[in-house]
C-alpha cells in the first residue's frame, strides 16, 4: 500500500497564477483532509471530507477550492495563487465517518509551494 | 474553537534523559492525538487517546480528561528521537484536527 500520495512535491508559482495539488489514498478512507503548515503557525485546516461527495471548511478556506472525485482522490485548487499561500501543504485521510468516534488520520508527504 | 498549546517550544537534551513534552486544550475532545514530524518533513501519528495512557516501546501518552492536559514522554532518549511533536485535538467524527504549534526536540549524543 502506498498509504497517502500527493503531487507535485515541490511548485513555484506568480502570483495570479493557478494550480491543482493533487491527493489520493490507497487505504478506503472516508475521511480526508487538507492542512497547511506555515512558520510559527502549526498545521491548519483548510478543508475536509467526510465522504464523497461532500466538502466543508476548516479554519482557513479562503482562496481555496476541493473537490472529492471519489473516494480515493481528494484535489486542493488555487485559482488565483497569492504570496500569502506560500505554505506546505499536507493531505492526510482517517477511516472517520461524519460523526462518531475520532480515529487516527495518515499524512501524505507533503507539497512545499512558493508563490512569488 | 479550540486552541492546542505546547510547551516547551523548543528542548535540547542530553542521551539518556528523561524528556516530557505538555499539551493542553481550551474545550472537550473526543480524542487527543500525538505526532511526530522529522526533518524532510513526513508527519506520522505516535499516539490517539481519549483517556487513561498508552506505551509504545519508549513513548508514553498520558490526558486527563478533567484537567484538560495531556503529557509525552520519552523514556531513555535517543539522537534518533530528534523531531518535532505535535499535538492535535479532534472534536469526533470527521472533524479535522486543531494542532498545537510544536515542540521542536533535540537530543544530542
Known amino acids: 500500500n502506498a498509504g497517502v500520495t500527493q503531487t507535485p512535491k515541490f511548485q513555484v508559482l506568480k502570483t495570479g497564477q493557478s494550480m491543482t495539488l493533487q491527493c489520493a489514498q490507497d487505504?478506503?478512507?472516508?475521511?480526508m483532509y487538507w492542512y497547511r503548515q506555515d512558520p510559527g503557525m502549526g498545521l491548519r485546516l483548510i478543508y475536509y471530507?467526510?465522504?464523497?461527495?461532500?466538502?466543508d471548511k476548516g479554519e482557513v478556506p479562503n482562496g481555496y477550492n476541493v473537490s472529492r472525485l471519489n473516494k480515493r482522490e481528494f484535489s486542493l485548487r488555487l485559482e488565483s495563487a497569492a504570496p500569502s499561500q506560500t505554505s506546505v501543504y499536507f493531505c492526510?485521510?482517517?477511516?472517520?465517518?461524519?460523526?462518531?468516534?475520532?480515529?487516527?488520520?495518515?499524512f501524505g508527504p507533503g507539497t512545499r509551494l512558493t508563490v512569488t | 474553537k479550540n486552541e492546542v498549546e505546547q510547551s516547551p517550544q523548543n528542548l535540547t537534551a542530553q542521551e539518556g534523559e528523561f524528556i516530557t513534552i505538555n499539551c493542553s486544550y481550551s474545550?472537550?475532545?473526543?480524542?487527543l492525538h500525538w505526532l511526530q514530524q522529522h526533518p524532510g518533513g513526513g508527519i506520522v501519528s505516535l499516539f490517539m487517546?481519549?483517556?487513561g495512557k498508552k506505551k509504545h516501546g519508549r513513548l508514553i501518552a498520558t490526558i486527563n480528561i478533567q484537567e484538560k492536559h495531556s503529557s509525552l514522554h520519552i523514556t531513555a532518549s535517543h539522537p534518533r528521537d530528534s523531531a518535532v511533536y505535535i499535538c492535535?485535538?479532534?472534536?469526533?467524527?470527521?472533524?479535522?484536527?486543531?494542532f498545537g504549534k510544536g515542540t521542536h526536540l533535540i537530543i544530542q549524543p
Open positions: 471530507s467526510a465522504s464523497e461527495g461532500t466538502t
Open positions: 492535535a485535538a479532534s472534536g469526533g467524527g470527521a472533524d479535522g484536527l486543531t
Open positions: 487517546l481519549s483517556s
Open positions: 487505504m478506503n478512507h472516508n475521511s
Open positions: 474545550v472537550g475532545i473526543s480524542a
Open positions: 492526510a485521510s482517517s477511516t472517520a465517518l461524519a460523526s462518531g468516534n475520532s480515529y487516527e488520520q495518515y
